[in-house]
C-alpha cells in the first residue's frame, strides 16, 4: 500500500471517529482565561464538506440540503470553521439560534478538535436579511499560528488581503443565499459578541 493510499485511509477514519462521537461540545466551558477562548472545529480549512454538530445527536454530521449532502461548490474553507461552545444566539433577541460562529486561520484542523483560540476580529455579515456574525480568530498556541497578530489594527495593516480574500469567499461561497459584508469590528467587538450569547450557568 503506497503513502498516498495510507494516508487517505487514516483520514476517513478520522473523519468517521468525528462523526461518530458521543461527547458533548456543545456545553463545554468557553473560555480559559482572560482573551482566550475555545472552539470546536467542524470544518477543517482546505475542505469543502459543510460540516456542522448536532448537538441533539452529539456527533458531527454534513449538512443537508434538498436531501443531498452539502458540499460547498466554490473555493474551500479559508480557515478553520466552527463554533465557541458554551454560547446560544438568542432569536428572541436577534440571533440565529446556532452556537457563536469562528473562523480560526491556521493550518488545517481535524473535525471534533478543541483549540484554544484569541479573537482578532469580527466579520459582520447581512445572511438572507439576518445579521449573521463571523469571530475570526488565531490559535493561542505561538506555535500554531501563520498569522501574526493578536488584534485588529495589527492583522488590518499586515493583512489586508487576508482581510479581502476573507470577504470575497463569504460573500460568493454560496450561490444559494445572499450574502452581504456589512463590514469588520475589532478584537473588542468579537469578544463582546462572544459574550453577549455566552451561557451562563
Do not use: H
Amino acid at each position: 500500500m503506497g503513502r498516498f493510499s495510507s494516508l487517505l485511509i487514516f483520514s476517513v477514519l478520522l473523519f468517521l471517529s468525528a462523526c461518530k462521537t458521543s461527547k458533548d461540545f456543545s456545553g463545554l466551558q468557553a473560555s480559559m482565561e482572560k482573551g482566550i477562548y475555545r472552539a470546536v472545529i467542524e470544518i477543517p480549512a482546505g475542505t469543502n464538506k459543510k460540516i456542522e454538530y448536532d448537538k441533539n445527536q452529539k456527533k458531527f454530521v454534513i449538512d443537508q440540503r434538498d436531501g443531498k449532502d452539502r458540499i460547498i461548490n466554490f473555493l474551500p474553507y479559508p480557515g478553520n470553521y466552527g463554533f465557541i461552545p458554551s454560547t446560544y444566539s438568542n432569536p428572541k433577541l436577534g440571533g440565529d439560534g446556532d452556537a457563536v460562529d469562528v473562523l480560526v486561520l491556521g493550518e488545517s484542523i481535524t473535525t471534533g478538535s478543541l483549540i484554544e483560540i484569541i479573537p482578532v476580529a469580527i466579520l459582520k455579515l447581512v445572511d438572507e436579511k439576518e445579521l449573521d456574525y463571523k469571530i475570526v480568530a488565531i490559535p493561542a498556541e505561538v506555535n500554531k499560528q501563520i498569522i501574526k497578530t493578536k488584534n485588529y489594527q495589527t492583522f488590518m495593516a499586515k493583512y489586508p488581503e487576508v482581510i479581502k480574500i476573507l470577504e470575497l469567499w463569504f460573500g460568493y461561497y454560496d450561490k444559494a443565499q445572499s450574502i452581504e459584508i456589512k463590514g469588520w469590528g475589532d478584537e473588542q467587538e468579537a469578544i463582546s459578541e462572544i459574550e453577549k450569547w455566552r451561557l451562563r450557568t
